[in-house]
């Protein structure tokens, strides 16, 4: 494979020919892929867009090199699905087949359970598919007065990738591109704005939460803030918000969550795809039966909470208090409940006490990347029973894990969920009992 110059629509299965580093060209034989969706050679040498069993040539120096040429390609290669990809930095895999890429996070995940001297169980992951992606965030740069450039950040650079297709979003994002992008364009008031769009697929049309528009000089101006709506409006969009304020809203941008309708508010988290979150839900439910009350930590909005309220009394716990508001909001529509309580409370700085778990006995917690070392030493010295942890951060959770270990629990086994498709992340679900 050659690289070829770049073009105004480069083949999918073709490089186009990057800046070349300083250092002269060498050859190498990709033994491994590592955490970032590199090739590893012997070094160790890190090349992009390479598999293990390739010979290549590439240039640069130092631990990081640029891809020439592969001289002897895997049989486990394949054409990527999108145009952008070899410059986009959104996917860093498009080019490895399904099952051994599979394999790999499934093969990483278990080598950072290692380091922290866990073994367990781990089932066979769910791969979530192309086009199920919900939740995108779109970067904006000054185009014209009718059409913004509109994508993701280049890879390892701060440039913008003007996109045209995104293969891992939800049909209705892809439709909406050229909307999205005439709506950034009234967006560049202050030549400080650096917009981004976190566009969300809900079950009532798009949410667009708006950040990044200088607001010092006032924000955006009486007429551009006219425009943003008629072009909201023109492309049926359900809410535009800016920072969280609504600039535009002809409904309520909703999603059903087990027996539960939520009205999200701006910018709410919301698992990357349906998929992945229906069986990551059921999962939990599973292993949650038996329960006589649930503790359900970083519940944000409920994505898990109704479905544990159905098996037994269940108290919802988040940092975000307008997510814990949409959650309670929620309660009296959705039929079938044990009962729910909820709270708003940093459980970072102040997490649920052993004394606060003493009538729990089964635990979720979902925490952000950073995990929840100070949630997790508290469970480890209560008298829960049960522990299901969900984390997108497989070093964090293992974190988490040895206290819970140390702590007298058993990881009895893993869910690995594939939600960030062509990515070197992957999300789980454990289960602890002790």
């Known amino acids: 494979m050659r690289p070829q110059q770049r073009r105004s629509k480069p083949r999918a299965d073709r490089r186009p020919d990057p800046r070349p580093p300083a250092g002269p060209p060498a050859e190498f034989d990709i033994e491994t892929v590592g955490g970032e969706g590199d090739g590893v050679a012997a070094g160790p040498v890190f090349v992009p867009f390479s598999l293990p069993g390739e010979r290549v040539r590439a240039q640069g120096s130092g631990e990081r090199r640029e891809l020439l040429e592969v001289l002897a390609a895997s049989p486990d290669r394949i054409a990527p699905a999108c145009p952008h990809f070899f410059t986009c930095g959104g996917c860093a895999l498009q080019h490895w087949a399904h099952e051994p890429y599979l394999a790999w996070k499934v093969e990483r995940l278990a080598g950072t359970l290692a380091r922290e001297r866990i073994e367990t169980e781990i089932l066979p992951p769910v791969a979530t598919s192309p086009?199920?992606?919900?939740?995108?965030?779109?970067?904006?740069?000054?185009?014209?007065?009718?059409?913004?450039?509109?994508?993701?950040?280049?890879?390892?650079?701060?440039?913008?990738?003007?996109?045209?297709?995104?293969?891992?979003?939800?049909?209705?994002?892809?439709?909406?591109?050229?909307?999205?992008?005439?709506?950034?364009?009234?967006?560049?008031?202050?030549?400080?704005?650096?917009?981004?769009?976190?566009?969300?697929f809900t079950d009532t049309g798009l949410d667009v939460d708006i950040t990044g528009v200088e607001a010092r000089s006032g924000g955006l101006g009486a007429d551009a803030r006219v425009q943003l709506a008629e072009r909201a409006a023109e492309a049926d969009f359900a809410r535009v918000t800016l920072n969280g304020e609504a600039a535009y809203m002809s409904r309520l941008p909703q999603v059903r969550l087990g027996p539960g309708r939520v009205n999200l508010p701006p910018g709410a988290f919301l698992q990357a795809t349906k998929a992945a979150e229906t069986a990551m839900a059921d999962f939990l439910a599973a292993a949650a039966v038996g329960a006589s009350r649930i503790a359900d930590l970083y519940c944000g909005v409920g994505t898990f909470t109704f479905r544990l309220a159905e098996i037994a009394p269940t108290h919802g716990v988040d940092s975000a208090p307008e997510a814990v508001a949409a959650l309670t909001a929620a309660l009296a529509g959705a039929p079938g409940l044990k009962g729910v309580t909820t709270e708003a409370r940093d459980l970072a700085r102040r997490p649920l006490l052993v004394h606060d778990l003493r009538h729990t006995d089964v635990a979720v917690f979902d925490p952000p990347r950073a995990g929840a070392a100070e949630q997790a030493r508290e469970l480890a010295g209560s008298g829960v029973a049960r522990v299901i942890g969900v984390s997108c951060n497989a070093a964090t959770f293992a974190r988490d894990a040895r206290t819970l270990i140390d702590g007298g629990f058993r990881l009895e086994r893993i869910l690995p969920v594939d939600q960030f498709l062509w990515s070197p992340h992957v999300e789980l679900v454990g289960v602890f009992s002790r």
Do not use: N
């Open 131 to 200: 086009g199920t992606r919900r939740r995108v965030t779109l970067h904006a740069r000054r185009g014209d007065r009718d059409q913004a450039r509109l994508g993701y950040k280049a890879r390892k650079s701060w440039d913008l990738v003007d996109i045209e297709v995104c293969p891992i979003a939800e049909p209705a994002i892809q439709a909406a591109i050229p909307a999205l992008k005439r709506l950034a364009a009234r967006l560049f008031e202050h030549p400080k704005s650096a917009p981004s769009l976190h566009v969300t």
